[in-house]
């Protein structure tokens, strides 16, 4: 499982994504969440706006992700 340390107390679905440098683009993270490939903390999530805090677990492409 790959940490990813964000700087506040939240970071969205969105700019997680990014910040962990899985996918290449936006448009390409857009995509992705869109067609229900990512679940965060086991439950499918298709909004990229959905907020995440420290400890959540995102998993998309076979990586296993957790905020920290």
Request: charged share 35%.
């Amino acid at each position: 499982m790959k940490e990813i340390e964000i700087r506040g107390d939240m970071i969205r679905l969105g700019q997680f994504l990014k910040l962990a440098n899985i996918l290449e683009s936006g448009g390409e993270s857009k995509e992705v969440i869109l067609e229900g490939e990512v679940t965060v903390n086991g439950e499918v999530e298709t909004r990229r706006g959905r907020q995440l805090h420290r400890g959540d677990v995102v998993r998309l492409l076979g990586e296993t992700l957790r905020v920290r």
